[in-house]
């Protein structure tokens, strides 16, 4: 089965610095790739995601990168606010709706 | 209305009860998924149901019992639970072909006593 690291598992930055997190996955059929931001006591929301013919894809501060011949993908926040803060998530997707998550990453914008 | 409801927000529970949760969709989603999610952890498969049809069971013991009335509600029916069930059980739908983002509803906090 899918096997997904992720990291940092803690990453602190100071406002309008940037963040970058990682995920590696193990099955060579994941073809698309999202990641997930959970705020404290919310629900986890899409904010970009990623399918497997883009090496890169930008929306505003957000920006996903993919490399698929080695596997990982990163997520790269840029100008970080305190509303920025929160855990996330990325889920690598095989296709055949059995979603696992990385075990997250827990950001902290410090004002 | 492209929110996914959850009913109730918060349960708490004996382990002699039966409860059931409830989650329901309007967005013309085929695909409906059951997560459990401990305090900062990542949220858990249970269950997966595509058109209706129980799709996935990630070795779920049978305490929890998931149902697909029709394509816009999904129950979990809970019965002689264990107090380490106590979790938030997050529901979400998805279009039913492949590679597509998954739409989170609020969770059902549960408590087991």
């Known amino acids: 089965g899918e096997n997904v690291e992720q990291h940092p598992s803690t990453l602190s930055v100071q406002e309008g610095d940037s963040a970058v997190i990682k995920c590696t996955y193990s099955?060579?059929?994941?073809?698309?790739f999202p990641w997930y931001k959970q705020e404290l006591g919310k629900r986890p929301q899409l904010i970009i995601d990623i399918r497997s013919n883009v090496g890169e894809k930008k929306d505003q501060r957000i920006a996903v990168t993919l490399n698929k011949t080695a596997k990982h993908f990163s997520l790269h926040i840029t100008e970080t606010q305190p509303e920025d803060s929160a855990v996330y998530f990325c889920?690598?997707?095989?296709?055949?709706?059995?979603?696992?998550f990385g075990a997250g990453t827990r950001l902290f914008v410090k004002a | 209305d492209t929110e996914v409801t959850q009913t109730p927000k918060h349960l708490v529970m004996g382990m002699t009860n039966k409860k059931s949760l409830k989650c329901e969709q309007h967005m013309g989603h085929r695909a409906m998924y059951w997560y459990k999610q401990k305090a900062k952890k990542p949220p858990e498969l249970m269950f997966v149901y595509s058109y209706e049809k129980l799709s996935i069971n990630e070795s779920v013991p049978s305490r929890f019992s998931p149902e697909c009335p029709n394509s816009s509600l999904l129950n979990l029916h809970l019965h002689a639970l264990q107090p380490e069930d106590s979790a938030l059980y997050l529901c979400?739908?998805?279009?039913?072909?492949?590679?597509?983002?998954?739409?989170f509803g609020p969770g059902t906090r549960l408590t087991v006593l």
């Open positions: 099955d060579s059929a994941s073809n698309y």
């Open positions: 979400a739908s998805s279009q039913e072909d492949p590679y597509n983002e998954q739409f």
């Open positions: 889920a690598p997707d095989t296709g055949g709706f059995k979603t696992i």
